[in-house]
Nanobody, 120 residues
Framework: QVPLAESGGGLVQAGGSLTLSCTASGHSFRTYAMGWFRQASGKEREFVAAINWNGSSRLLADSLKGRFVISRDGAKNTVYLQMNSLKPEDTAVYYC?????????????WGQGTQVTVSS
């Protein structure tokens, strides 16, 4: 298990931006692939984005291309999710996780989540 902690969620108006952070504990973070998922109320948790250990490979849900960007800073043990042009339908709890892929089964550790609310 890799301890993960998300931050940066909050309330934002439609069209605005937010950047989420996920901090991992442990000296091996630089070797970790990481991902982001989100879960809206009453819906299944869905894949958002993933990044491999050095940032050379990234995945992004098709519906979010052009608005969301995943990045990482190994020196800070942190992965970021930059979210632009936010829409009310982006409202969800956002989770970071250790692993790589677009399926929940590709991930072994999860953070507690951070709430993002987009008002219209």
């Amino acid at each position: 298990q890799v301890p993960l902690a998300e931050s940066g969620g909050g309330l934002v108006q439609a069209g605005g931006s937010l950047t989420l952070s996920c901090t991992a504990s442990g000296h091996s973070f630089r070797t970790y692939a990481m991902g982001w998922f989100r879960q809206a109320s009453g819906k299944e948790r869905e894949f958002v984005a993933a990044i491999n250990w050095n940032g050379s490979s990234r995945l992004l849900a098709d519906s979010l291309k052009g608005r969301f960007v995943i990045s990482r800073d190994g020196a800070k043990n942190t992965v970021y999710l930059q979210m632009n042009s936010l829409k009310p339908e982006d409202t969800a709890v956002y989770y970071c996780a250790h692993g790589y892929g677009s399926n929940r089964s590709d991930y072994s550790s999860w953070g507690q989540g951070t709430q993002v609310t987009v008002s219209s």
